[in-house]
C-alpha cells in the first residue's frame, strides 16, 4: 500500500488540495497506487488566471523552442513505457501489453505535433482593391481546458494536450478522477520541460467541483471534452453561455456487420478485438454484432469456440488478455445490462460470469447475446463493457439501415469479401470512422477522428484537422505606402 502523495501543478509549482483521494486498483483492491490531491474552485480558478497571464509569453516562443519542448515530452514516454504502462495498467484495469501500448502512442501524438509547431503555412491572395494585399494566418485560440475520461486516460489526455501546446495554447487539464496517476505522471514529465509557469496547470479533483468550475468560466477560450452524452450535453450549454469554443467527444453505439461471403476466421477475430479488449470500455468498441443469415449460425459458434479461449485475469500477469473492469460502478452497470438484456428476451450464448482471479477485484467474463433485436435497449445505450449482442438480419441492406439505427454515429466496420458492397458501404454508414475488414476499434493518429449525430459536437480531433480546434483565423490586409 502507497502512502505517496502527488499534487496539483498550478502556476508552476506543486501545490496541495483541500484533500486527498486515494487511488485503488479495481483488479487488487489492496493495491494502493497513492494519494493524489483534491483541488477546490479556487485553485482552478488559480490555474486559469495563470495560464491566461502565460499564454502570450508561450505563444512567443520561438518554433524551435517548443518543437524540441514536445519532442521530448513524446521521447520520454516512449522511452518509459514499460513503467508508466505499468502504472496505466494498475489502475485503469487494462493488460500491460495494452497499457504500453498506449504510453507509447501518447508519444507519438507529441513527436507528430512537434512536427506540426514547423508546419506554420499562411494563405495569401490579392484584394480586390487595387494595391492591397492579404494574407490570412492561424494564431493561438489562447486558454484551453482540457477534461479527459478513465478509459484511456494518458492517450485521450496526449492527442489534446500537445495540439493545444503545439499551437501556442496555455492549458488547464482535469483528468477523470479513477486515473488521477497516469495524468500526473504525464504533468511531471512536462513540468521539466521549462514552458513559462502556467502555461501548462493539471488540476486533479472531481467533476462536480473541479469541471464544473471550468465549464462555466468566462475565462478560457475553449473547451475539448471525451466522456459521456449525459455530461457531454451539459458541457454545450455551460460554455454556450459564455461563446466560449467547445468541442465533444461523446457516446457511441459502434457496429461490426458480417456479410455472408465474410472470412468467417477475420470476422471472429475483428469481432473479438473490438468488443472485448481493453474490457470492451471503449468509445469505439463493437457492441452490435450486425450477421447476416448465412453465416449467422457459424458465426456465432466461431465466436463461443474464440471467447473460450480468452484469458482474463491481473492485468499485470503474463498471458492475461482481458483485465479488470475501470471501479465498482462501472461493474455494477455491466452486472445491470447483463440482466436486463436477458428481461428483453436476449439469450446468453456465452460468458458474464464473475471469473475466479487472484486478486480481489472487478472482473466479468465477456459475454455473447444472440436472439436480440435492434430496439433493444441492450442495442440502443451505451455499455462500456465486454458484452456483445448479435443482430441476425436478412441481407446488406437491412445490415445497413440497422447499422443506422442508432443515435450515436461513431465508427463502423464491415467484414466482407465483396469490394462492392466495402464502397458501398463507406458512402452509406453514418459515422465518422468507417473500417473495412478491420475492428471498429482502433485509430491512427494522423488523420482526424470523430463522429456523427450524438457521438461528437464541433471541430474534429487529431491529425492536421486539429488546428480548426486550436487555432483561430486572422485576415490581414496590407497597402504599401
Not at 488547464?172 to 513540468?191: C, D, G, H, R, Y
Not at 465483396?418 to 453514418?430: E, I, P, T, V
Not at 477522428?449 to 491529425?463: D, H, I, N, T, V
Amino acid at each position: 500500500m502507497s502512502e505517496a502523495r502527488f499534487l496539483n501543478y498550478i502556476a508552476g509549482d506543486w501545490v496541495d488540495g483541500v484533500n486527498l483521494l486515494a487511488n485503488v486498483s479495481p483488479a487488487d483492491l489492496s493495491d494502493v497506487i497513492g494519494h493524489y490531491a483534491q483541488a477546490d474552485a479556487a485553485q482552478v480558478e488559480q490555474a486559469i488566471a495563470a495560464a491566461k497571464a502565460a499564454q502570450p509569453h508561450w505563444q512567443r516562443q520561438g518554433l524551435e523552442q517548443r518543437q524540441a519542448v514536445l519532442m521530448a515530452i513524446g521521447d520520454e514516454l516512449i522511452a518509459r513505457k514499460e513503467e508508466l504502462g505499468t502504472v496505466l495498467a494498475r489502475e485503469e484495469g487494462k493488460t500491460l501489453a495494452e497499457g504500453m501500448g498506449e504510453v507509447y502512442r501518447s508519444g507519438q501524438f507529441f513527436h507528430y505535433y512537434a512536427a506540426e509547431v514547423l508546419r506554420q503555412m499562411g494563405e495569401s491572395a490579392d484584394s480586390v482593391r487595387p494595391g492591397v494585399e492579404i494574407d490570412t494566418r492561424r494564431e493561438p485560440v489562447g486558454v484551453v481546458a482540457i477534461i479527459t475520461p478513465w478509459n484511456f486516460p494518458m492517450a485521450t489526455a496526449a492527442w489534446k494536450i500537445a495540439p493545444a501546446l503545439a499551437f501556442g495554447n496555455a492549458v488547464v487539464f482535469k483528468p477523470a478522477n479513477q486515473v488521477p496517476a497516469s495524468a500526473w505522471a504525464l504533468t511531471e514529465i512536462i513540468a521539466r520541460q521549462g514552458l513559462p509557469a502556467g502555461t501548462f496547470n493539471l488540476v486533479m479533483g472531481p467533476g462536480a467541483s473541479v469541471g464544473d468550475t471550468l465549464i462555466h468560466s468566462a475565462e478560457i477560450d475553449a473547451l475539448t471534452f471525451t466522456g459521456s452524452l449525459e455530461t457531454g450535453r451539459k458541457v454545450a450549454v455551460a460554455t454556450a453561455a459564455n461563446l466560449v469554443k467547445c468541442q465533444l467527444e461523446m457516446g457511441s453505439k459502434n457496429a461490426l456487420v458480417v456479410l455472408d461471403d465474410a472470412d468467417l476466421s477475420l470476422a471472429v477475430e475483428c469481432a473479438v478485438n473490438g468488443a472485448f479488449f481493453g474490457t470492451g470500455q471503449k468509445c469505439t468498441a463493437s457492441s452490435r454484432l450486425i450477421v447476416t443469415a448465412g453465416i449467422h449460425d457459424r458465426f456465432v459458434a466461431a465466436m463461443i469456440e474464440r471467447m473460450q479461449q480468452l484469458v482474463v485475469g491481473h492485468p499485470l500477469d503474463a498471458g492475461v488478455q482481458i483485465g479488470a473492469v475501470a471501479d465498482a460502478k462501472q461493474f455494477e452497470q455491466n452486472q445491470y445490462y447483463l440482466q436486463l438484456a436477458q428481461q428483453e428476451g436476449a439469450v446468453l450464448a456465452y460468458g458474464g460470469q464473475v471469473p475466479d482471479v487472484r486478486t480481489q477485484g472487478y472482473y466479468l467474463q465477456p459475454a455473447l447475446f444472440t436472439h436480440t433485436h435492434n430496439q433493444m435497449r441492450i442495442n440502443r445505450e451505451e455499455l462500456f463493457a465486454p458484452i456483445a449482442c448479435v443482430i441476425k438480419v436478412a441481407d446488406y441492406q437491412e445490415a445497413v439501415d440497422t447499422l443506422n439505427d442508432t443515435p450515436y454515429g461513431l465508427t463502423a466496420g464491415i467484414i466482407t469479401q465483396s469490394l462492392r458492397y466495402a464502397h458501398d458501404f463507406k458512402r452509406q454508414a453514418r459515422t465518422g470512422c468507417v473500417m473495412v475488414n478491420l475492428p471498429t476499434a482502433g485509430t491512427d493518429y494522423h488523420v482526424p477522428f470523430g463522429g456523427r449525430k450524438a457521438s461528437s459536437f464541433g471541430p474534429r480531433e487529431q491529425g492536421s484537422y486539429a488546428k480548426e480546434f486550436y487555432t483561430t483565423v486572422k485576415t490581414c490586409y496590407l497597402r504599401a505606402g
